[in-house]
């Protein structure tokens, strides 16, 4: 019954921006921290964002400065807005609930490419 959607992945070009949304049923995310991961092929997972319930962020090393996770309470949604996209970013982009339990998403494809 508990849902994540992923929207909005898609091709930018390197330097460009993107926003993705990560949309909740089942449960209301303004009691949950949530998260953003990110697999491209061949490597791990990492962690790239997360906000808590109290709206704390945190962001991995790696897009510090350039992506921004953010929340929309009455939408039931989570946003993370990437500026500044590198070819490295290339990832599956998976949205997660972090606490109390644990969602997944099955995920956004974002592809930086010229």
């Known amino acids: 019954q508990e849902q994540l959607v992923e929207s909005g992945g898609g091709l930018v070009q390197p330097g460009g921006s993107l926003t993705l949304s990560c949309a909740a049923s089942g449960f209301t995310l303004s009691n949950y921290g949530m998260s953003w991961y990110r697999q491209a092929p061949g490597l791990e997972r990492q962690l790239v964002a997360l906000i808590t319930t109290t709206g704390n962020t945190n962001y991995g090393d790696s897009v510090k400065g350039r992506f921004t996770i953010s929340r929309d309470n009455a939408k039931n949604t989570v946003y993370l807005q990437m500026n500044s996209l590198k070819p490295e970013d290339t990832a599956m982009y998976y949205c997660?609930?972090?606490?109390?339990?644990?969602?997944w998403g099955n995920g956004t494809l974002v592809t930086v490419s010229s």
């Open positions: 997660r609930a972090f606490y109390p339990k644990n969602y």
